[in-house]
C-alpha cells in the first residue's frame, strides 16, 4: 500500500484506504462479528472471501493502521485487533449500511443491523464504539453497567432469524 496519498484532498485519502470492497467488509466482520482471527474470517463471510484476497487485505490494513496484527506464537494463531483509526470507521459503515437499506435490495437478517444503527442515532453509534475500544483496546466503557449494544444487535439478529423473513426489497420500507 503506497503510504503516500495521489492528492492532498481528505476524500482521496480516505478512499485510498477504504475504498476497496473487500478492506471494508473485512473490518464490517472484525467490528460486527469479532472476528479476530485468520480462519474465523474466512469461514464466516457472507461473500466468500478468497484467502489470498483476505491475507493481502489484512496486511493492507495493518499498513494502513487500521488493524494491528497480534503475532502468534508457534502453535497460536495471529489476532487482529481494530485500532482507534479503525474504529472510527464505524460511521462511515453506518452511513454505508444506511445508503444500502435505502437503496437497494438484500436478506432481512442482513439488513437486521444496519438497521438497528440506522435508528439508533449518535447515542447508539458511540456506544458501540466504546464497546470496540473495550474489546480492541482494552479502554473500559464509560458506563460499564450499561447494556452493551452488541446484545443488542445479537437479539435484533437473532429475532430476524427466527421470523424467516426473506428478502425485503428497498422499496418496500416505509
Not at 496484527?69 to 470507521?89: F, K, P
Not at 424467516?164 to 420500507?173: D, M, P
Request: include cysteine; charged fraction near 25%; glycine fraction near 10%.
Amino acid at each position: 500500500m503506497n503510504p503516500s496519498p495521489r492528492s492532498g484532498c481528505a476524500i482521496n485519502a480516505a478512499v485510498e484506504v477504504l475504498g476497496d470492497p473487500w478492506a471494508i467488509l473485512v473490518l464490517r466482520d472484525i467490528m460486527f462479528g469479532n472476528r479476530r482471527h485468520f480462519r474465523e474470517l474466512v469461514a464466516g463471510s457472507e461473500e466468500g472471501i478468497a484467502t489470498n484476497i483476505l491475507a493481502s487485505r489484512l496486511k493492507q490494513l495493518v499498513a494502513a493502521g487500521l488493524l494491528s496484527r497480534d503475532d502468534a506464537r508457534r502453535g497460536q494463531r495471529a489476532a487482529y485487533s481494530l485500532t482507534e483509526a479503525g474504529i472510527q470507521v464505524l460511521p462511515v459503515m453506518v452511513a454505508l449500511g444506511t445508503w444500502g437499506l435505502a437503496h437497494r435490495e438484500g436478506e432481512h437478517r442482513l439488513r437486521v443491523r444496519a438497521e438497528l444503527l440506522r435508528d439508533g442515532g449518535p447515542r447508539l453509534m458511540a456506544a458501540v464504539m466504546d464497546e470496540l475500544r473495550e474489546l480492541h483496546l482494552g479502554v473500559p466503557r464509560p458506563d460499564a453497567d450499561a447494556p452493551r449494544p452488541s446484545e443488542q444487535l445479537r437479539v435484533a439478529y437473532e429475532a430476524a432469524m427466527s421470523d424467516g423473513a426473506g428478502s425485503v426489497s428497498a422499496s418496500a420500507r416505509p
